[in-house]
Each structure stands twice: as structure tokens, then as C-alpha cells.
């Protein structure tokens, strides 16, 4: 498992390895808003930046970029103590 992965195109929060997949992981958190209004800060541009990233960490760590990997999502309410997580998310 990698944290705060940094690459010139951007920053991926958790790389973690499901059964032979590479998941990338965007972490969002808030004690202000509901978790819907959360998932919204994970726009195109966002992941636009994850995918670069992705490619890099692809290339440099797996030496191929045609490694099986998929883009999770993991919104977090602290207030209300809400998670909810999407595998697969974009």
C-alpha cells in the first residue's frame, strides 16, 4: 500500500492492490457538507489528474500500463461519521 503518491500531474491519496488490480484511491473528506455534495469536488478535471498520475505509478512501479486497475472513491462526513465508498467510480 502507497499514501499521498505524488507525481507532476497529481496526487493519488491510497494505492492498494484487489486480487491482481491496481486501485486507486481518492479520498474526500468534510465536516460541513453532506456526502453527496462531497462526490461533486471529484470533477473531470480531478480525474483527468488521477489518470495521469495513474499512468505514471503504472509505468514507474508495474513497467507496463496495461496492469488490470480501476478508480475508487471514498467520501467521508466527519460530522455525521458518514462513509461511503465507490469502487469502480469513473
Given amino acids: 500500500m502507497r499514501r499521498n503518491y505524488r ?11 484487489d486480487r491482481g488490480t491496481v486501485v486507486f484511491v481518492e479520498v474526500k473528506m468534510s465536516n460541513r457538507y453532506e456526502v453527496a ?9 480531478k ?3 488521477l489518470r495521469g498520475a495513474a499512468l505514471v505509478y503504472l509505468r514507474d512501479f ?3 500500463v496495461e496492469r488490470p486497475a480501476r ?3 471514498i467520501l ?10 465507490f469502487q469502480n467510480a469513473f
Fill in 7 to 17: 507525481t507532476p500531474q497529481g496526487e493519488i491519496d491510497i494505492i492498494v492492490m
Fill in 37 to 45: 455534495d462531497i462526490g461533486y469536488s471529484v470533477d473531470r478535471r
Fill in 76 to 85: 467521508v462526513n466527519i460530522a455525521n461519521e458518514t462513509v461511503v465508498h
Fill in 71 to 73: 478508480f475508487d472513491v
Fill in 47 to 49: 480525474q483527468a489528474r
Fill in 62 to 64: 508495474c513497467d507496463t
